[in-house]
């Protein structure tokens, strides 16, 4: 598959973000990334549910719900009503996770899990075949804007062995620190889906560099 990009909203400037959704609209990205902080899983809070549905009213591609909270499941269906659809909920938040799986593909959305930084990609061994995404946080999460972690390359080729036979339609998504230096080397490694959020925003040019990240260079 070619890898999908996925520009985050966090990073947009939310005192103009139709502004900012149109501009992803207009470009070659694929998915909204939508990342949901509580202030307690994570030591930031983000927005709420308000905000995802004016994104989703406006958004012409998916959204890419990316819940940073504690017990989802409490708002699983909240976040579906309010126009996600992929969920993803965080690995080191779920007591019960593939009851939380369950729940979301049964709500109709695609579901995910992602990874900290520290959770080693094999506890997945008995959830892997059962997931849509997993998504590999190359930051600890909570703030855009922070330094990719090196060691996201080997866990991607982990998690691509992992995949392998057994989910082969697997999103591979990585998160945090994407830039045009390493998204060639993170898509050779195994990710099918990049996020960025402060490079294409702080970049002069925001439509420009999404699409540079769709176009990469034949390898
Ligand atoms: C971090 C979030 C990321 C963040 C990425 O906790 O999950 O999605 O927005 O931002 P950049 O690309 O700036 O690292
Ligand atoms: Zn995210």
């Not at 939310?14 to 307690?40: C, K, P, T, Y």
Request: glycine share 6%; with cysteine; proline share 5%.
């Amino acid at each position: 598959m070619n890898h999908l990009i996925a520009p985050s909203v966090l990073a947009a400037d939310f005192a103009n973000l139709q502004r900012d959704i149109e501009l992803i609209n207009n470009s070659e990205a694929d998915w909204f990334h939508v990342d949901i902080m509580d202030g307690v899983f994570v030591p930031n809070i983000s927005f709420g549910f308000p905000v995802v549905e004016s994104i989703a009213r406006h958004a012409t591609k998916p959204l890419d719900v990316h819940l940073m909270i504690t017990d989802p499941d409490r708002y699983l269906e909240t976040f579906k009503n309010a126009g996600a659809t992929n969920i993803t909920v965080h690995y080191e938040a779920c007591t019960h996770l593939h009851r939380t799986i369950d729940a979301i593909k049964k709500m109709g959305c695609t579901a995910g899990v992602a990874l900290n930084p520290h959770t080693p990609i094999s506890l997945l061994e008995d959830i892997i075949e059962d997931v849509d995404l997993v998504l590999v946080m190359s930051v600890n999460p909570g703030f855009g804007g922070q330094k990719f972690i090196k060691h996201t390359y080997q866990k991607l080729h982990t998690l691509k062995a992992l995949a392998a036979g057994r989910n082969d339609s697997l999103y591979i998504e990585v998160d945090g620190g994407v830039n045009l230096t390493n998204a060639t080397s993170l898509v050779k490694a195994g990710a099918n889906v990049l996020v960025a959020g402060n490079f294409v925003f702080s970049s002069d040019n925001p439509m420009k560099t999404i699409n540079s990240l769709k176009e990469l260079d034949p390898f």
